[in-house]
């Protein structure tokens, strides 16, 4: 299984929307939240998501489809 370590930012019009667990389903992902903050109109966190490498994937274009800002951590910075 593959590990992607990720940052999610989130406008606030998807601040009620159960995203995480959609791709997740979706896509058989495990996802493991290191840090996360929501400020009025913008939310971000920080993750790591665990699966196939082809969900994986295709589970970040997903989330991208449905506006969330995918970058990569390239640094453990979530230790």
Sequence with gaps: ?????????????LKDEPLLWQVCQRFDLVFNIRRADYTEGLGWLMAELEGDEERLQSGIQWLEEQGVQVAPIEQDVVQ
């Design 1 to 13: 299984m593959a590990k992607r370590r990720v940052h999610l930012t989130f406008p606030g019009r």
